[in-house]
């Protein structure tokens, strides 16, 4: 199903096109949309549906407070931001066709969302096409740079440059990797080859498996035959859960074995909690970061979506990525695609991020702060290190 959204006060969007539901899950938007000038549009697609749809609508909620918040201070060149929000079901020809519909016939300025790798290539094509920005709040980036595509989760190289070093000093040099099959796990496994090789250690196994896998035990006795000291996890979605817990049902994880990668994030601790708790996590934004400004986000959050587990690091991200977006688009002033993507490329931000963050122009990747969070019992992200800034300027193709 696929929607817009009206929060009191929040002078969002109310009379949308409607969304008819696909064979694949998702949604796409009605012949009916928005003509001519108005109020600057954003489209956030998300899988609100389909196994990653618990982070999809923890990305959608704190979108929609982001929103909120910009115009609660005055919206974008003194009009409110609207907002329209469709479900893509974490289907990449869905999220094709839902990107194209929202400029077509919705005539946003700007895109926002998806979850993972696969379905932000998708959106990221039509955006390059349609000049429009698009960003997206997840972990990590497949290696290609795009003119109207930024990401303000960590990169994979700002992600895993201070987590190897350190989980190799503690467990040993083996290292295994395991992942969901489609194009980020593959370039995180590319890196981590990388970032092991420096550290001195060696990459034993490497075993992917589409979304939607149910029977772990095969991955799981091959993983164990290479007698791993680490392993590090790029599974998503309902799989990060079933292969943890039947990792740790088969004798894999252990006390002694070192562990990390998307099952420690917070989204999966209601399901997974003993069996991370005890662990360092590297992350870009946790709940408990004593930052004022994130503190009232969290607070806000919880009270308007009756949430009371960990919060996803993803609705951080996107809480926060949406205005430094709506930042650009009133420096811009105007609801043009193109001159407010030139205002995200040079603008710097102050967020509880980071002060001054701002996109390398060789990959755009946010230069932002990072931290060591230890996972306690309940599910409390402590800060344990602030890791501080992590520059990742590597140049990639489409960009550099």
Not at 289 to 301: E, I
Request: glycine residues 12%; proline residues 6%; hydrophobic residues 40%.
């Amino acid at each position: 199903m696929a929607h817009t959204r009206s929060r009191a006060g929040a002078g969002i969007l109310t009379a949308a096109a409607l969304l008819a539901v696909t064979g694949c899950g998702g949604s796409a938007i009605s012949d009916t949309g928005s003509e001519g000038d108005g109020p600057l549009k954003v489209g956030l697609i998300v899988p609100l549906t389909g196994p990653v749809s618990s982070t999809g609508k923890a990305l959608r909620n704190a979108f929609e407070l982001g929103v909120e918040k910009v115009n609660e201070d005055g919206g974008v060149n003194g009009a409110d931001v609207e907002f329209v929000v469709v479900d893509d079901g974490g289907d990449p020809a869905t999220s094709t066709q839902l990107a194209r519909r929202l400029v077509q016939r919705e005539k946003v300025s700007m895109l926002f969302g998806t979850i993972t790798g696969d379905t932000a290539e998708a959106v990221t094509k039509v955006a390059d096409d349609a000049k429009v920005p698009f960003g997206t709040a997840i972990l990590g980036d497949t290696g290609q740079c795009h003119p109207y595509a930024w990401g303000f989760g960590e990169s994979t190289r700002q992600l895993l440059t201070p987590t190897i070093p350190a989980l190799l000093e503690k467990y040993g040099k083996r290292v295994a990797v395991v992942g969901s099959d489609y194009n980020f796990p593959h370039y995180y496994l590319r890196v981590a080859k990388e970032q092991v090789k420096r550290a001195g250690g060696s990459v034993v196994a490497e075993e992917f498996s589409p979304i939607g896998q149910t029977d772990w035990q095969p991955v799981i006795k091959r993983l164990k035959a290479a007698k791993p000291d680490v392993l590090l996890a790029m599974v998503v979605g309902s799989d990060a859960v079933s292969f943890s817990q039947q990792a740790k049902q088969f004798g894999l994880l252990s006390p002694q074995l070192g562990y990390d990668g998307a099952p420690l994030d917070s989204d999966y601790y209601p399901a997974l909690n003993a069996l991370v708790d005890g662990r360092t996590h590297t992350v870009r934004w946790t709940d408990r970061l004593d930052d004022p400004d994130s503190r009232a986000f969290v607070a806000d959050y919880r009270k308007a979506y009756k949430f009371k587990g960990p919060m996803p690091e993803v609705a951080g991200n996107a809480y926060f990525g949406i205005q430094f977006f709506l930042a650009a688009a009133k420096k811009a002033e105007s609801a043009d695609g193109e001159a407010i993507n030139t205002e995200i490329g040079r603008l710097t931000f102050d967020s509880p991020l980071g002060e001054n963050t701002r996109f390398s122009a060789a990959n755009h990747i946010l230069q932002a702060d990072m931290f060591q969070a230890t996972i306690k019992p309940g599910g409390a992200y402590e800060v344990s290190r602030e890791l501080g800034r992590f520059a990742d300027t590597t140049p990639m193709p489409g960009c550099s």
